[in-house]
């Protein structure tokens, strides 16, 4: 067990539909980062989050977004769900710094219909 | 645009022979590499970690190798057993925060 947590672990939404996932960091971790995982594709970078910031973004159009709390527990959220959205999204923890580890939670599988 | 190759796409080995998967990549700055295992519909799991002064660090039956100068890497299993059937996938970090993924490498162990 890493300590992170995701919710929901499966998701079936409609086209056009809104989203949230929801992941609990490890304790003492103030960094959340997400990815999309195609089947069959290695994770793909969506943001980072740190101390409550965006602190990055990969190549994700604005209708993907996110919330870090004070908790350090994040969000992301889809807006206007399109059939390629359906993938598994991995949020991962960490402490700020160049060498540290990164913990993944087991994952939230969306599929969109 | 920073890249991560790796080899083969899959591999089907018996149990109890060793295996080698390799990773090309072209992150620019990097600050380390990592190899984590990846179960079917989990989150990937990391094995190792490897700063850019390291050659060689090993995790029990797998052993990481990063040539940092020609940015390649390979993971090597020894003695497989069953439950090493996974993605093992190479990942890079750049020098910040992002980790750069590979599509990963697909290995079943048979019996």
């Known amino acids: 067990e890493t300590g992170v947590t995701q919710s929901p672990t499966h998701l079936i939404k409609t086209r056009g539909q809104q989203v949230t996932l929801r992941c609990s960091s490890q304790?003492?971790?103030?960094?959340v980062s997400w990815y999309q995982q195609a089947l069959g594709q290695g994770p793909q970078f969506i943001f980072q989050?740190?101390?409550?910031?965006?602190?990055g973004r990969g190549n994700f159009p604005p209708r993907f977004s996110g919330l870090q709390f004070p908790n350090y527990s994040s969000e992301l959220n889809v807006n206007a769900l399109e059939l390629d959205d359906s993938a598994l999204y991995l949020c991962?923890?960490?402490?700020?710094?160049?060498?540290?580890?990164?913990?993944f939670g087991q994952g939230t599988r969306l599929t969109v219909v | 645009k920073n890249q991560v190759e790796q080899s083969p796409q899959s591999l089907i080995i018996l149990e109890g022979k060793n295996c080698t998967l390799q990773?090309?990549?072209?992150?620019?700055?990097?600050?380390?590499l990592r190899w984590y295992k990846q179960d079917t519909g989990r989150g990937p799991v990391s094995l190792t970690i490897?700063?850019?002064?390291?050659n060689t660090k090993s995790n029990g039956r797998y052993t990481a190798t990063l040539d940092a100068d020609t940015k390649q890497s390979s993971l090597h299993i020894t003695a497989s057993q069953l439950s090493d059937s996974a993605s093992y996938i190479c990942?890079?970090?750049?020098?910040?925060?992002?980790?750069?993924f590979g599509a990963g490498t697909i290995l079943r162990v048979k019996s």
């Open positions: 304790s003492g971790h103030n960094t």
């Open positions: 490897m700063t850019f002064s390291e």
């Open positions: 991962a923890s960490s402490a700020i710094g160049l060498n540290t580890e990164a913990f």
């Open positions: 990773c090309n990549y072209t992150v620019s700055p990097f600050s380390n």
């Open positions: 990942v890079p970090r750049e020098y910040g925060n992002k980790l750069v």
């Open positions: 989050y740190y101390r409550e910031e965006e602190n």
